[in-house]
């Protein structure tokens, strides 16, 4: 069979029908996918609704609140002069004590002997100092008389001042022995509230080892660690407001009396020591303490958060452009954070246009349109 004739057969009456049309129908097509290509080139961009701010800088006054801690002035740490079993604890964490009260005590039995002992050398002295004085007598007569060497005068003579010195040295050990027995007592040096104890009934202390702290009355300070950065801007003052955390209708008024002069190691914080004005009754000891600095005023841009995007890794606001209204996105400089607003240090001038609510859908060159444009 010739396969030539074969394909002619395999050719139905349709194709035969539009084959002498296949070369029109397809310009057709071509000329009809060309006008829709015309027509999407030529369909404008729809322009995107936003709300908009004008950038204009105005004077702010921030202020910088942090929380401290109230603590004394004073504060000595109290310890025993002579070692010993502590015999009793009359004081606890918390207590108010009065200048010279007793807070504990220690077993006095070998202080008491030991001011037996210096009691016994002291009239044992006075009795050697009796004789050797006698004998002195005896001698100055004597030697008067021309019955004595100069030998035996002298002696006697060196002997009563050895006597006088042993009875002085005496004399000094029985006050060293009463002292150290009242060392037994510890007393408070001023009025104050005990802040920390460390020392429990029967046990034994070495001299000099603290066992209590004593918070003095008197001034207050107020605490706080703070970052240092803060110290880069310029307080309005030295002045500080105080209100307790616990509750904010307890104020007073402070100033800075001490700012470390070293970084902590650990916090990588400064210590700053605020003085309270007339503290009231409900600023006690350990209480916390919200204190405000307010900063100078400065001229700042401010715009909400909502304005604040990013072009890259740097952050960027949407501005408009007034003559084609449409969006560019511009970097900026950040220069803080406040709560609803982000403060722009660099990138906008005044009068700007800027995006602050709408920007998340816009790209670059999209038109928009916003309340009040007048086109």
Known sequence: MNPRYLKHSQTG????????????????????????????????????????EIVQPRDRQSSITLTGEVQPRFRADLSFRVSG??????????????????????DP????????????????????????KATFERQETLIASGFTTRTSYDQAQEG???????????????????????????????DGVVTARSLETGQVVQAAQPVLSLAQDGERDVVFDVYESIFLGTADGRSVSLALVSDAGVTASGHVREVSPAVDAR????????????????????????GTV??????????????????????????????????????????????????????????????????KLLSVGQPVTYEGDPS
Request: charged content about 20%; aromatic content about 4%; proline content about 5%.
């Open 294 to 359: 307010k900063l100078e005023a400065e001229r700042q841009i401010a715009l909400p958060w909502s304005a604040l995007m990013a072009a890259g890794t740097r952050p960027a606001v949407w501005t408009v452009d007034p003559a084609t209204r449409t969006a560019a996105l511009k970097p900026v400089t950040i220069s803080g954070y406040e709560a609803g607003e982000v403060l722009i240090k660099a990138g906008l001038d005044p009068g700007e246009r800027v995006v602050v609510d709408g920007g």
């Open 13 to 52: 009456p349709t194709e035969r029908l539009l084959k002498p049309l296949g070369g029109f129908a397809l310009a057709l097509v071509v000329t009809a996918l060309g006008g829709c290509d015309d027509h999407a080139a030529t369909l404008p961009a729809r322009a995107a609704f936003v709300r908009t």
């Open 85 to 106: 079993r502590v015999l009793a604890r009359y004081v606890d964490v918390g207590s108010h004590v009065k200048a010279g009260e007793v807070l504990a005590l220690l």
């Open 160 to 190: 009563l001042r050895t006597a006088e010195g042993a009875l002085e040295a005496a004399r000094a050990q029985f006050g060293t022995s009463k002292d150290a027995l009242g060392y037994t007592a510890l007393r408070a040096e001023a």
């Open 109 to 132: 039995a070998e202080q008491e002997a030991d001011v037996d002992a210096a009691t016994a050398a002291v009239l044992a002295a006075e009795s050697q100092l009796r004789v050797a």
């Open 267 to 290: 916090s990588s914080t400064i210590r700053v020591k605020v003085t309270i004005e007339n503290p009231p009754a409900a600023m006690t000891l350990g209480s916390a303490v919200a």
